[in-house]
């Protein structure tokens, strides 16, 4: 699986938009990207996925450049319950094994 | 709906003792993973279940560490012969593998192991 590189911490204010970016160069074109995000103490928590187009749900929106080598999570309207790790994955369509590898994340701290 | 569930949530041991973790996927979920999640550390896989079958046994850390599963439903992890090492939060995870969301994986609360 491609692995992928994110910034370590992030901070954004209570309201605004959280732009969370992804690099991913080495993706294949049989590789989603999927967001999962760790909330402190809780196990993590899927938000979205995408294979080339951009996608929304009531969580939050994807945006994939078009040659797919980079990412951004958007949470529209950050609130406090927001904080948390975000994980940016990269995995095959019904991947052997279906395991996940996780990195390091992003740590977002929404503040007031 | 249910989610996935796993008990204990909590669980202190002596050194050299035997630990058993469960987990509950969620109804209907053919696929099930263990993760664990030591301190200050990401998420590491340890073992993936198709069915009752586990054609991923790639993480798991030593021979002291076994998992099955039961009626493609209930799956137990058993640490044998513990050690301090093993202290983490151990994590498991189900997906539906078919629809829209085949591989999207939905993760329990995790199990607490500390060992002493």
């Known amino acids: 699986d491609a692995k992928t590189t994110q910034p370590p911490s992030m901070d954004c204010a209570e309201g605004r938009a959280a732009n969370l970016p992804c690099n991913h160069s080495?993706?294949?074109?049989?590789?989603?990207v999927y967001w999962y995000r760790q909330i402190h103490s809780q196990g993590p928590q899927y938000i979205i996925h995408g294979l080339k187009n951009n996608e929304t749900n009531e969580m939050a929106s994807l945006i994939i450049t078009e040659d797919r080598k980079s990412s951004t999570l958007i949470l529209p309207h950050a609130t406090l319950r927001d904080t948390a790790v975000y994980y940016c994955i990269v995995s095959r369509i019904y991947n052997q094994g279906g395991k996940l590898i996780f990195g390091q994340g992003t740590e977002l701290s929404v503040k007031p | 709906g249910a989610g996935v569930s796993q008990s204990p949530s909590n669980k202190v041991t002596e050194k050299g003792k035997d630990v058993e973790l469960r987990c509950d996927p969620i109804s209907g979920h053919t696929a099930l993973y263990w993760y664990r999640q030591s301190l200050g550390q990401g998420l590491e896989f340890l073992i993936y279940?198709?069915?009752?079958?586990?054609?991923?046994k790639s993480g798991l850390p030593s021979d002291r560490f076994s998992a099955e599963r039961t009626g493609g439903s209930v799956s137990t992890l058993t640490i044998q012969r513990t050690q301090q090492e093993d202290s983490a939060v151990y994590l498991c995870a189900s997906s539906p593998r078919t629809g829209e969301r085949a591989d999207t994986q939905y993760f329990g609360p995790g199990t607490r192991l500390t060992v002493l």
């Open positions: 080495t993706i294949s074109g049989n590789e989603y």
């Open positions: 279940f198709q069915g009752n079958s586990a054609p991923d």
